[in-house]
């Protein structure tokens, strides 16, 4: 009996050799590119020749641990999204969102035209510079501190002291500190007292609110922070500082020269996301501590919004809803172009960013 190669001819035969081998091959360069220290891209486009729905089947485990996360922020943040077109309209409630009138830009050119809003803005962007300055290598120096500590009881237990506050609602931090900071019955104007100095009253001052506010802000932040920081040098590579030490390098030359480049990469895309919310200046820790004799230092974008919601900042006692639509807009494309302008000059200078 003759073969199939002779029967068919040559080219017939490499033809059915061919396809019977090309789906065996994929496979065998996937598994090779994946597990023999190919690089990641042969994989991938091995990987990539298959069917979508193939693949999907194949890791169905994973995409069903991230459904409901996947959902949660499909409902939460991304539906919501169509009340964004309030900012465009004149909106009122018994109109309904879709059904209010069309005006353009206009609750934009109300926003900037209004005469509080180069004072709202100054004071937005310095309060949240102060935060970005003091609070962001706060959590750093505190991770690289605990980080040198070798008695575990006493570091455990600073590590858990300085966590907790992140647990404490500003609400009631915020009545802690106005009787701590009383100018009548305060700890603090106690001990100036006692020291023959005169009661001063810091939330109700100019020139102190912004020191207390970036002092509690810290504060309350610091501990919380630090843990990011923590687990990146708890992954850095002991042999690196074994190797250093045996060069004759000090402490300080260890954290300057291996903890701290190590630490980098995290470090800058917790910047790019600190200078993305640049205008979100902390209303909870705001709203609870001041009051208006200090609106003038401590009046910002969200307590702007707050009062335009509730009728107060509008001038005619009138709810504006597409008004404080329109300044949440704002803020959110302002973050967003910060974001990428951050992540752009990242990669330039140091070659890590967020994307």
């Keep these: 009996m003759k073969k ?24 065998v360069v996937a598994k090779a590119a994946a597990g023999a220290g190919a690089p990641p891209h042969a994989a991938a486009a091995a990987d990539g020749s298959r069917p979508l729905l193939q693949r999907l089947w194949e890791h169905r485990e994973n995409y069903l ?17 169509y009340g964004i077109v309030m900012a465009f309209k004149e909106y009122k409630m018994a109109d309904g969102i879709f059904g209010s009138k069309w005006i353009g830009l206009l609750n934009f050119r109300k926003l900037f035209a209004t005469s509080s809003f180069g ?20 959590p750093v120096l505190l991770a690289i501190l605990l980080n040198e500590v070798r ?24 009545g802690i500190f106005k009787n701590v900071l009383s100018p009548s019955s305060g700890a603090i104007n106690y001990v100036i007292t006692a020291l023959g100095g005169q009661p001063v009253n810091f939330l109700n001052s100019n020139a102190w609110f912004r020191v207390v506010l970036i002092a509690t802000g810290v504060w309350q932040g610091i501990g919380w922070g630090s843990i990011v920081y923590l687990a990146t040098i708890a992954g850095i590579d002991p042999q690196l500082y074994e190797a250093a030490r045996m060069d004759g390098a000090k402490r300080f030359r260890l954290i300057w020269n291996i903890t701290l480049p190590m630490m980098f990469p995290v470090m800058s895309v917790l910047f790019i996301l600190s200078v993305g919310g640049i205008l979100n200046a902390g209303f909870d820790q705001i709203f609870n501590l001041y009051n208006p004799l200090v609106y003038s230092s401590a009046d910002i974008l969200d307590t702007y919004v707050y009062r335009l ?27 967003l172009c910060l974001v990428v302008v951050t992540n752009f000059a990242s990669k330039r200078l140091s070659g890590s960013g967020i994307w």
């Design 309 to 335: 919601g509730f009728g107060n900042a509008s001038g005619d006692g009138r709810i504006d809803y597409s008004l404080a639509t329109a300044v949440g807009l704002f803020k959110n494309v302002v973050g």
């Design 151 to 174: 008695h575990k009881p006493f570091k455990k237990t600073a590590q858990t002291i300085s966590y907790l506050p992140h647990f404490m609602s500003w609400v009631v931090l915020g």
């Design 4 to 27: 199939v190669g002779q029967i068919a001819g040559p080219a017939s035969a490499r033809s059915v050799s061919d396809r019977a081998i090309k789906p065996i091959a994929g496979r």
């Design 65 to 81: 641990l991230i459904l409901p996360m996947a959902a949660l922020v499909l409902i939460f943040s991304y539906v919501p999204m």
């Design 119 to 138: 004072t709202i803005m100054k004071n937005t962007l310095e309060i949240s510079g102060l935060r970005l300055l003091f609070g962001f290598p706060a």
